[in-house]
């Protein structure tokens, strides 16, 4: 994942904590997941729910969060992780990622507007690794706003999860404290660190999610 520095760390910080939730703010900038390199309906998914009603974000990135939400809520295993299921839950096709190896899939959207665009990802399982899914938005401009882009508060994530079988855990640090939170599920672990989050208006916002790869 992009190592870029954060912006408004302590306040941030010490309101997520306050929830037992963990996300820095991030410059609004691609926070790819590692292994990834920029520039790249299901019927059980028919109902989309809406993530956020700010204001200020993207209608193309309100759509986008909200089908993340949907799948992630139906969800069963990392069995339901493929190219073909990941592009019915988030409508869209996702074709070979030429930054990975063989099986490895990607999409990355148009513009949605301001300069922001987000990328889907299937990671292929091996022999040491799960199938996986990540998710990110992306600004090719390291000090934009993230304002627009503003459409899963972490608030809206945690609480959707864990109503659909999603158990949450905080990850210590080696030097105390939490380093990051994971929601489990079945086999599936979807890890949010500090570098996935940004702070728009006093609020934590997730630009990027990415399930645990390990066996």
């Not at 998710?135 to 401009?141: K, R």
Request: with cysteine; net charge negative; hydrophobic share 45%.
């Amino acid at each position: 994942m992009d190592d870029a520095s954060m912006t408004h760390p302590a306040t941030l910080m010490a309101s997520l904590l306050a929830t037992t939730l963990v996300a820095c703010a991030t410059p609004a900038h691609q926070v790819a997941p590692r292994n990834t390199v920029t520039p790249a309906h299901s019927s059980s998914q028919d109902h989309v729910m809406p993530p956020s009603d700010d204001a200020h974000a993207l209608p193309g990135a309100r759509d986008a969060a909200a089908r993340v939400l949907a799948f992630l809520s139906t969800v069963s295993s990392t069995a339901s992780f493929t190219p073909a299921s990941i592009g019915n839950a988030m409508r869209v096709s996702l074709g070979p990622d030429p930054n990975n190896d063989p099986g490895w899939a990607i999409y990355h959207s148009p513009d949605l507007g301001q300069g922001w665009s987000y990328w889907v990802q299937f990671a292929a399982g091996e022999a040491t690794l799960k199938p996986g899914f990540r998710f990110w938005f992306d600004h090719p401009d390291r000090s934009a706003d993230a304002a627009p882009v503003c459409a899963l508060p972490l608030e809206q994530l945690r609480s959707t999860l864990t109503a659909h079988g999603w158990a949450e855990r905080s990850v210590p640090s080696e030097i105390g404290g939490v380093q990051a939170i994971e929601f489990a599920k079945a086999d599936m672990v979807l890890t949010l660190s500090a570098r996935d989050g940004a702070e728009v208006h006093g609020a934590a916002c997730v630009l990027s999610l990415q399930t645990a790869d390990a066996r």
